[in-house]
C-alpha cells in the first residue's frame, strides 16, 4: 500500500523509525513533512497527508504529534477521511475493520517507540469488515458529511 506520513515537531523523534517500520512492512511512504524538530502547526500536516488520501495518491495515513488529538481533529474536518487516534492495539485495530478508518494518529509523547511500532502492525495489518451494519453506520458518517443526518 502507499502510506502518507505526517507529523509535526512533537512527533518528530519517532518519525524516523515510524517510517523505516512502515517500510519494512513492504509499504511505500509519502512523506508530507515535517522535516526538522522547530516548532509547527500540526494542522498543515494533517491537512497536507489528507490530501494525498482524498486525491488517491494515498490508501492510509498516520499522523503522529504530542498527543495524537490535534492531528485527529484536524484529519477529520476533511469530507472522507475517518481519523482515529489510538494508544490501543484493539482500537487501532477495530478502527479498521469496523469504521473503516483511514489515518491513524499517534502522541508521540503518550507513546513509547515499541507500542507505537505495534499500533501502526495492528492498523495496517487489519481490513475493513465491509459487511452489515459496519457498512450502514459508515455510510451514515458520509450523511453526516454532506448534512443529511
Ligand atoms: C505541540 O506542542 C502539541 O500541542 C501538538 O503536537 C499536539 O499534541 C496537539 O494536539
Redo the contacts with the bound molecule.
Sequence with gaps: MKIVFGC????FEIKDAVIAHIKEKGHEVIEVGTFSSA?CH?PIYASAACEKILSGEAELGILI???????S?AANKHDGIRAACCSDCFSARLTREHNDANVLCL?Q?VLGIGLALDLVDAFLDATYANSGNHVTRVAMLKDIEEGKL
Excluded at 504529534?65 to 492531528?71: D, F, K, L, P, S
Design positions: 509535526d515537531h512533537a512527533g516548532s500540526y504529534c504530542g498527543t495524537g488529538i490535534g492531528m481533529i502522541g509523547r
